[in-house]
């Protein structure tokens, strides 16, 4: 039989068609798991990872903000959407006065679901600057052979766990269901690997290979070091991303206005107040993205069974690669996104 263009699905069928053919896990409910290529990811967020693989191009000069969910993604997009901005846009009026980091910093992840979308982000003027919760094995090519400069923020898993819980119990409510699925379970799930964007593991040695063996193009944070010393980690962003303090702005104090924008305190007040519905997919509210908390809250949800389990498989995972997860800091106000 003869095909006419108007019988070939599109690839948007396709896609959507693949995705449900892909293994299921509703352990998450009401997010449901897909395995894609190795590693279980949000359903939500597939349609959007294929299209970025296949049509993303990305430029030499784009910036990529990457992390596994819940390690510090917004304050990450805060502080560099602030030091990159900061000639085009006064503090007193500033968009983080009125809007959310994740709405000045879009999500590779998810304006990927629509062409549409893709073209827009194409149109950017550069240097763009993105993010993306995908490990850096699922990377568009572009991504991987371009040369554009990673910004990587991890945090400790088992802080990102309880985060992680929290945030679901907020996506439950949000989507107007009651069961939350128990801490216990979740806790199984994240030791299994069975979580959105897959192993916490895995996702952060992605990123730590590439700065090893392209030194110089990836930065890579540690979100306690970033709350134990906000003025460093600030400075280092802007230096790696070509937009250094200059010793007149070190002199007004621009970095402390910056960490002042961005502080905790400032941007969930903001998120409380207008308590409206972003994305991803219009289920978050703006406040969903904060939670009152410090390093070390794990010690109020793990047994010390849990906490020397998940100890032991960090230290087994990474063994033998120079990093670690855990350091003391001292107890301070954190940032869950």
Request: charged share 25%; proline share 6%.
């Amino acid at each position: 039989m003869e095909n006419t263009e108007e019988s070939l699905p599109t690839d948007q069928e396709f896609h959507h068609d693949l995705v449900s053919s892909l293994p299921l896990e509703e352990g998450m409910s009401p997010v449901r798991l897909r395995k894609y290529q190795g590693v279980w990811m949000s359903e939500y967020f597939l349609v959007g990872t294929m299209n970025a693989q296949r049509y993303f191009k990305a430029r030499p000069t784009d910036i990529l903000l990457a992390s596994y969910p819940k390690c510090g993604t917004t304050w990450l997009k805060a502080l560099a959407f602030a030091t990159m901005t900061r000639i085009r846009h006064s503090f007193a009026c500033h968009p983080l006065h009125r809007l959310n980091p994740h709405e000045c910093v879009p999500l590779l992840d998810e304006i990927s679901g629509s062409l549409e979308s893709l073209s827009e982000i194409d149109t950017a003027s550069d240097p763009r600057l993105i993010s993306t919760h995908l490990p850096f094995s699922l990377l568009p090519e572009s991504i991987k052979g371009c040369g554009c400069r990673l910004i990587y923020v991890c945090r400790e898993p088992k802080d990102t766990l309880v985060s992680r819980w929290h945030y679901h119990g907020k996506i439950v409510t949000n989507m107007g269901k009651s069961e939350v699925i128990p801490f216990e379970k979740m806790f199984d799930m994240f030791c299994d690997d069975i979580m959105p964007s897959g192993s916490i593991w895995e996702h952060v040695l992605g990123y730590w290979n590439e700065k090893t063996q392209t030194p110089g193009r990836v930065l890579f944070l540690k979100y306690e070091e970033m709350l134990e010393d906000p003025m460093g980690a600030l400075t280092r962003l802007a230096e790696f991303m070509g937009c250094p303090f200059t010793e007149e702005e070190l002199r007004v104090g621009v970095p402390a206005e910056i960490v002042n924008l961005c502080s905790f305190g400032n941007l969930r007040d903001l998120a409380v107040q207008q308590n409206r519905r972003i994305s991803p997919g219009g289920i978050m509210t703006t406040e969903s993205y904060y939670r009152k908390g410090a390093v070390g809250d794990w010690r109020n949800h793990l047994s010390p069974e849990m906490a020397e389990k998940l100890d032991q498989i960090t230290a087994t995972k990474l063994q033998g690669t120079g990093l670690t997860l855990e350091r003391p800091v001292s107890e301070t106000t954190a940032m869950d996104a």
